[in-house]
């Protein structure tokens, strides 16, 4: 079974400053999703990154890129420049590459706080 | 194109009664899934339909079920509904690998 964990429940960082949220998964798959989602408090869950498993080249947009580490299965976000609207619950999150891709795996999330 | 659309928002029941909650996909999207979050337990995957088939499940009760209909709207039911089944649900509609959330619908069980 997969598992993904994420061992910083919270976490603070100045606004302007860069930050690194941690991830780790399980899996004996081979071929796979991962996601970074964020949710503010509306509650929506919003998608800020996704790395494909077969892809060595680590995803950015914009202010946030990521850290893969496929052989570690290691998953970071970093966040640059932070702004106040980037303090949320942060999620990471896998799932399997065909088939039922609607079945995500969550880790329990880290509450980022940016602070002015 | 407009997003998923989950409604009510809010609700309130009994112990004991059972529940409807609606999510409509994005257009053009055939898979539907539905998460529980709770603050203890996190985020868990309830059940995925593709195509008005059951593609997979969670390891919830029976009491928790869902549809889908050939428009790929869903509804997911609870019947008999306890005080732990106080949660947010997400419907996510999903679309060459990526998720896309609806905002939620928060279930209060009193």
């Known amino acids: 079974a997969q598992t993904v964990t994420q061992s910083q429940p919270e976490m603070s960082v100045q606004e302007a400053e860069t930050v690194t949220l941690s991830c780790t998964y399980d899996t004996s798959e081979n071929n796979y999703y991962l996601f970074w989602y964020k949710q503010p408090p509306s509650r929506q869950m919003i998608l800020v990154i996704r790395q494909e498993a077969y892809k060595q080249q680590n995803a950015t947009e914009n202010r946030f890129s990521v850290n893969f580490q496929k052989a570690a299965k290691s998953f970071s976000l970093k966040i640059s420049d932070s702004q106040l609207g980037d303090t949320a619950m942060y999620f990471c999150a896998f799932t399997r590459f065909g088939g039922s891709q609607g079945n995500l795996i969550f880790g329990k999330g880290t509450k980022l706080s940016v602070k002015p | ?110």
């Not at chain 2, 809010?10 to 257009?27: A, D, E, F, M, N």
């Open chain 2, 1 to 110: 194109k407009a997003g998923v659309t989950q409604t009510p928002r809010y609700l309130i029941k009994t112990r004991g009664q059972q529940v409807t909650l609606s999510c409509s996909p994005i257009s053009g999207h055939r898979s539907v899934s539905w998460y529980q979050q709770t603050p203890g337990q996190g985020l868990q995957f309830l059940f995925e339909y593709f195509s008005e088939t059951q593609r997979n499940k969670g390891n919830f009760p029976g009491r928790f079920s869902g549809r889908q209909f050939s428009n790929s709207r869903s509804e997911m039911n609870v019947s008999t509904l306890e005080l732990g089944d106080s949660a947010l649900y997400l419907c996510a509609s999903s679309f060459d690998g990526q998720a896309f959330f609806g905002q939620g619908t928060r279930l209060t069980v009193v």
